[in-house]
């Protein structure tokens, strides 16, 4: 008897893809932009600040003031000079009432009159370091201010796209086939 032998090979398909993927150039040109500030108006008045001084005490230390003033003075001090006057006097007569004393009280009295003989009363004003008084007011500036506004303009350019697009190439690399063969099996070989 005979045997036979069938044999079956297959080979498979196979595909190839090659693939170039899509590109983009984009390209943006840079828009034109133009500024202009015009200058603000400004306007600046400064008015002069007000400038005192009042030197009056200064005078009246040096005896050149005012001739009322000065009058005034004078006049408030004559009640204490008159007191001064009278305790003086007062004084000396109870010192040449003092009959047992062996000093002579009249020479005395005469000679102290001579070798004091200025007067309490004060012609002047008292003299100091602030005697000139000085007063300033300054005055606020007026600034008034007008803006203007910017003139912006702005021209915008549109971009440049280009596209390329990908490709996709399918092909069969290798075709499938089946090989079907019937030959004769042998048991002993």
Do not use: C
């Amino acid at each position: 008897m005979e045997l036979l032998r069938l044999s079956i090979h297959q080979t498979y398909a196979q595909l190839g893809i090659q693939s170039r993927s899509a590109s983009q150039d984009i390209h943006s040109p840079k828009g034109e932009l133009s500024i202009m500030q015009p200058s603000a108006k400004m306007e600046i008045q400064s008015p002069q600040g007000e400038l005192r001084i009042d030197s009056s005490a200064a005078w009246a230390a040096l005896g050149h003031g005012n001739h009322l003033e000065w009058m005034n003075m004078i006049y408030s001090q004559t009640k204490s000079i008159v007191l001064q006057a009278i305790a003086r006097t007062a004084q000396e007569g109870s010192r040449m009432a003092q009959i047992t004393n062996p000093d002579n009280a009249i020479s005395e009295i005469a000679k102290e009159r001579f070798m004091n003989n200025h007067s309490t009363l004060q012609y002047t004003g008292q003299p100091a370091y602030d005697n000139v008084k000085v007063s300033y007011e300054p005055h606020e500036p007026e600034i008034r201010i007008e803006p203007q506004q910017a003139r912006i303009e702005y021209t915008p350019h549109k971009p440049e796209i280009q596209y390329n697009p990908g490709v996709v190439d399918i092909y069969i690399k290798q075709m499938n086939s089946i090989d079907i063969q019937v030959s004769n099996y042998d048991y002993y070989k």
